[in-house]
């Protein structure tokens, strides 16, 4: 049952409540997850999955279709034993076996006793599953249908539309840095500073003719995504920032309607960023010369604009003869 048809369901009484409640919890942390790159009967697709204790999420696409199933306790237990004749296992073992063969393969670790395959229709995607629980052979089908269209803009289009945002904004930020840089260093040549090797020395920075050459020679072989791989594991980390801020606002919006405290974190919870988490990427930590990533909207320009005005340099120092790089 995917997040469309559960909110679909009457629900009477707190059960139905309850399982609304863990339906609102897996794609609250499904959003939270990265998107990986993993490869099926030799084609390449794009998928997130999230496991908890009431069930699991799973989103995948091949970049022409988006496929999702969202499965609660009892849908586990049915269909494992629909699936596993002769095992029989509480639905809580199922759940953390899935979570084992799953979240490895969406590491970029591969499993040599695991094998995946799916079958693919317009409207369906199954992906099998073979291995083994406790010495015995363990089946599994995820049986996803078409993600809804809301599904898909809050996991791809929103997200991207605001990884697009930020990168804009540190963009500038990057060209305000190397246009102060420039006058830095011509301030440090008119008081005689000399470089000490030649090969260090570099032309001055200028903005539009950085983006010419960057659309040029640089755009054709960054924009390709046909094998899949659209998110390098920095933009991984910048995705998981971005989708944070929208899940942070989900569950005050809900706490807010419902009275509940926060929810429990993600059983699957993607792995922290390599130096900081991954809302440092958004929230610069404080400092003299940090400025926030996010400016007004008066302050973001566009990436083709003129370049800006360079900041006059520090007063000069006493003029004397220097040695070194500068000095």
């Known amino acids: 049952m995917d997040l469309a048809q559960a909110e679909a369901t009457p629900n009477p009484g707190g059960a139905g409540r309850s399982r609304m409640e863990s339906v609102t919890e897996l794609e609250d942390s499904l959003l939270e997850q990265p998107w990986a790159s993993v490869r099926f009967d030799q084609a390449t697709f794009m998928a997130k999955a999230s496991f908890r204790d009431s069930g699991y999420a799973l989103l995948i696409s091949d970049l022409s279709s988006v496929w999702y199933e969202s499965a609660d306790a009892g849908v586990v237990g049915q269909r494992a034993k629909e699936l596993n004749k002769r095992l029989t296992a509480h639905v809580s073992s199922f759940l953390t076996r899935l979570r084992g063969l799953v979240c490895p393969l969406l590491d970029g670790r591969e499993n040599g006793a695991t094998s995946f395959s799916c079958q693919r229709s317009p409207s369906q995607l199954t992906l099998h599953v073979k291995s083994e ?7 599994w089908d995820f ?8 599904m898909i803009s809050r996991h791809l289009v929103r997200p991207l539309m605001g990884m697009s ?3 804009q904004c540190h963009v500038r930020q990057l060209v305000s840095l190397l246009l102060q840089k420039n006058a830095e260093i011509e301030d440090y040549r008119e008081s005689g500073a000399a470089l000490s090797r030649g090969r260090l020395r570099t032309e001055p920075f200028e903005e539009e003719s950085f983006l010419q050459t960057f659309v040029a020679e640089t755009l054709p072989a960054a924009c390709h995504v046909g094998d899949g791989r659209a998110f390098t594991a920095d933009l991984q980390q910048l995705y998981v920032a971005v989708c944070q801020q929208e899940a942070r606002a989900a569950r005050k ?3 807010s309607a419902s009275g509940d405290s926060e929810f429990p974190k993600c059983a699957s919870s993607p792995a922290p960023v390599q130096g900081g988490t991954a809302d440092s990427l958004l929230e610069p930590e404080e400092g003299p010369a940090q400025a926030p990533l996010v400016p007004p909207k008066a302050a973001v320009a566009p990436l083709a604009s003129p370049a800006r005005k360079a900041q006059p340099p520090v007063s000069k120092a006493k003029r004397k003869k220097t040695k070194g790089l500068f000095g």
């Open 133 to 139: 629980l406790s010495g015995l052979p363990l089946y």
């Open 143 to 150: 049986r996803c249908a078409l993600a809804p269209a809301e």
């Open 165 to 167: 945002l930020a990168l």
């Open 253 to 255: 919006r809900h706490r």
